[in-house]
């Protein structure tokens, strides 16, 4: 009975010290998690906090000789992927830290300026194209967006065009309006689009779910749907639940419709 309190206490000696480690690293982590997920990386699983003790903390000696079938289970595995993956992301969020600061850096010590003339308003598309390409070499990001948009105005169908005001967006920092951008340049045909679209599934479908909810708002369930399915075909569980919750409604609407179809051909 002695030998069982003494084991009892040392595990929970043991444990209760993993356990602030743990908990101090997870709120390190919080604000790379969350640049991943505004940026669409996949975010993985995190194991339980057992699982870490027992194997990346290197206690399966307190459960011996079993400790060692640990490393055989899934358990094991589940552990190592996730502290790989996360120190892949990681690494690509320094990556970004320093290359904004670099960028910070270079605006910020660069030699003021005189203050220009008003810029000539341009008629043609490609010139307003062409010069929005220009601030974007002198690092003049929201003046290059007031350009492509200025050249989306005079030719709306140049995908391209949606392609480049979205690599501008990204630049200052609105990934999403980026995303909105390219999905009309997909729309359009510009496969150039469809390849940036993939690197973040996350926001493409908040998207799609919230053109689903507001077509829901204006009456246009089906509409609606259409939108939800491109949402949840991308693993989005909430535009799943949002069929799910207006599936009825759905079926209620086509019968009445159906109904009144047969009224009108009577």
């Not at 002695?2 to 101090?24: D, E, H, M, T, V």
């Not at 062409?130 to 070499?137: C, D, F, G």
């Not at 003049?140 to 169908?157: H, L, V």
């Not at 510009?190 to 919230?210: A, F, G, N, Q, W």
Request: glycine share 4%; net charge positive.
């Amino acid at each position: 009975m002695a030998l069982i309190f003494i084991y009892l206490l040392i595990f929970a000696i043991c444990f209760n010290n993993y356990k602030k480690r743990f908990l101090i690293t997870e709120d390190n982590l919080k604000p790379c998690v969350a640049w991943a997920k505004s940026q669409g990386y996949p975010i993985p699983r995190r194991p339980g906090i057992i699982e870490f003790f027992l194997i990346e903390g290197k206690f399966h000696w307190l459960i011996f000789p079993f400790g060692f079938i640990l490393f055989l289970l899934p358990s094991s595995k589940n552990v190592v992927f996730y502290k790989q993956e996360m120190i892949k992301l990681m690494d690509k969020w320094d990556y970004w830290i320093k290359t904004a600061n670099s960028t910070r850096s270079r605006q910020v010590n660069r030699p003021s300026k005189p203050v220009n003339p008003p810029e000539e308003d341009l008629t043609n598309f490609k010139e307003l194209f062409e010069r929005a390409n220009k601030k974007i070499s002198e690092a003049n990001t929201e003046g290059a967006i007031i350009d492509y948009t200025k050249a989306i105005q005079k030719e709306p169908d140049e995908a391209f065009l949606y392609r480049f005001r979205g690599l501008a967006k990204k630049e200052s920092g609105d990934i999403h309006g980026a995303c909105k951008d390219w999905l009309m340049a997909e729309k359009l045909g510009d496969k150039e689009s469809t390849i940036l679209l993939k690197k973040h599934p996350k926001i493409v479908s908040d998207i799609y779910r919230s053109k689903g909810i507001a077509k829901r708002e204006l009456g246009d369930l089906k509409g609606a749907f259409n939108e939800w399915e491109k949402a949840s075909q991308l693993g989005d569980e909430e535009a799943r639940k949002l069929i799910k919750k207006y599936s009825e409604e759905l079926n209620k609407d086509e019968n009445k419709k159906n109904l009144e179809d047969l009224w009108n051909n009577a």
